[in-house]
């Protein structure tokens, strides 16, 4: 098993440009999730999503979108890149939406210039 | 609004040396408290989970332990390889009445274990 697979590993874009974070996870997890990490705060949900065809927002979805088509994928879309979008993305998976114990993918460190 | 805080924000230590990470939260009705370790570039590692207070778990050097206000990492003769930050989390209801969990997490301590 692959786990949790996040791409790209690094972006840079420049302000107002568009893209789309990619998460994968072969274990069949219900719940998949986004959080942003910045130094000097705690991780932040983005968004969730407790099975295909179902999303909600999380702490700070502003600027984000996501889909949940199949039980696999969850993208997450950057609709218009700004300066304070800069940080580190992190796919977290887990078998039930009602657990803590989570697997996070390895990370997306995107800059915005 | 849930807060978690952990201290010490940073933790050297000699190779051998004994210590204990904490984090103290508040939350409206706590599900859950989960530690986690991070290696620098990597996301988070699921470490263990704490669901009511006096309950500890132990994984090789590690064993976490919970009051109704805080946990405890505690760390029996380190080695290098704990080098690490460790996260704390904790888990309440997202929306008043909703049937929804979120997580909360602390700013994280790092550990630096020296040979």
């Known amino acids: 098993n692959a786990g949790v697979t996040q791409t790209p590993k690094f972006q840079v874009l420049k302000t107002g440009q568009s893209m789309t974070l990619q998460c994968a996870q072969d274990m069949n997890h219900e719940y998949m999730s986004w959080y942003r990490q910045d130094p000097g705060m705690g991780l932040r949900l983005i968004h969730y999503s407790v099975g295909a065809g179902i999303t909600d927002q999380g702490e700070v979805p502003n600027g984000y979108n996501v889909s949940r088509s199949t039980t696999e994928d969850f993208p997450l879309r950057l609709l218009s890149a700004a300066p304070s979008q800069t940080s580190v993305y992190f796919c977290?998976?887990?078998?039930?939406?009602?657990?803590?114990?989570?697997?996070f993918g390895e990370g997306s460190r995107l800059t915005v210039l | 609004e849930d807060q978690v805080t952990q201290s010490p924000e940073a933790l050297r230590l000699q190779e051998g040396e004994s210590s204990s990470l904490n984090c103290s939260y508040t939350v409206s009705g706590l599900r859950g408290l989960f530690w986690y370790r991070q290696d620098p570039g990597k996301g988070p590692e699921f470490l263990f989970t704490?669901?009511?207070a006096g309950e500890e778990k132990e994984k090789e050097r590690l064993k976490a332990t919970l009051t109704k206000k805080e946990s405890f990492l505690h760390i029996t003769a380190p080695k290098p390889e704990d080098s690490a930050t460790y996260l704390c989390a904790v888990q309440a209801r997202f929306n008043s009445g909703g049937s929804n969990y979120k997580l909360t997490f602390g700013k994280g301590t790092l550990l630096t274990v020296n040979p």
């Open positions: 977290a998976s887990s078998y039930w939406s009602r657990t803590g114990e989570l697997f």
């Open positions: 704490l669901y009511s």
